[in-house]
């Protein structure tokens, strides 16, 4: 992709992104806890740097997502027997995912002890 035009290459990024959300259900699930996460933010309109603490989180989950499915189909494609060290590495991809998602709900947690006790 280097010295490719900039809609090049936000084409084939799209393409990935529309690849996983048609493929990965978890990422379908991601997005859809983003989309209550916006509407709380909406609905409650905290200050900005929540509006940044809690957008970060959900960035990094869905980015974590990407990845995840990035390693999960590149690995598939080159190794699809199974393999010990293979499953490994799938697994702690899938744990990247889990302690983001950890770490946004924590974050989604202080927001909401913050908001009750305003």
Same mark, same amino acid.
């Given at each position: 992709?280097?010295?490719?035009?900039?809609?090049?290459? %936000?084409?084939?990024? !799209?393409?990935? !992104?529309?690849?996983?959300?048609?493929? *990965?259900?978890?990422?379908?699930?991601?997005?859809?806890?983003?989309?209550?996460? /916006? #509407?709380?933010?909406?609905? &409650?309109?905290? #200050?900005?740097? $929540? $509006?940044? =603490? /809690?957008? %970060?989180?959900?960035?990094?989950? %869905?980015?974590? +997502?990407?990845?995840? &499915? #990035?390693? *999960?189909? !590149?690995?598939?494609? /080159?190794?699809? +027997?199974?393999?010990? *060290? =293979?499953?490994?590495?799938?697994?702690?991809?899938?744990? #990247?995912? %889990?302690?983001?998602?950890?770490?946004?709900?924590?974050?989604? /947690?202080?927001?909401?002890?913050? $908001? =009750?006790?305003?």
């Amino acid at each position: 992709m280097k010295g490719q035009h900039f809609s090049r290459r %936000l084409h084939f990024a !799209l393409l990935g !992104l529309k690849r996983t959300l048609r493929a *990965e259900r978890s990422f379908r699930t991601h997005l859809a806890a983003a989309a209550g996460m /916006l #509407a709380v933010l909406l609905a &409650t309109r905290p #200050a900005p740097v $929540w $509006w940044a =603490i /809690l957008g %970060l989180a959900v960035g990094f989950v %869905l980015m974590a +997502e990407l990845l995840n &499915t #990035a390693l *999960e189909t !590149l690995i598939d494609h /080159l190794h699809p +027997e199974q393999h010990p *060290e =293979i499953g490994a590495a799938k697994d702690i991809a899938a744990a #990247a995912v %889990l302690v983001a998602s950890g770490f946004a709900a924590v974050a989604g /947690l202080a927001f909401a002890v913050d $908001w =009750i006790s305003n």
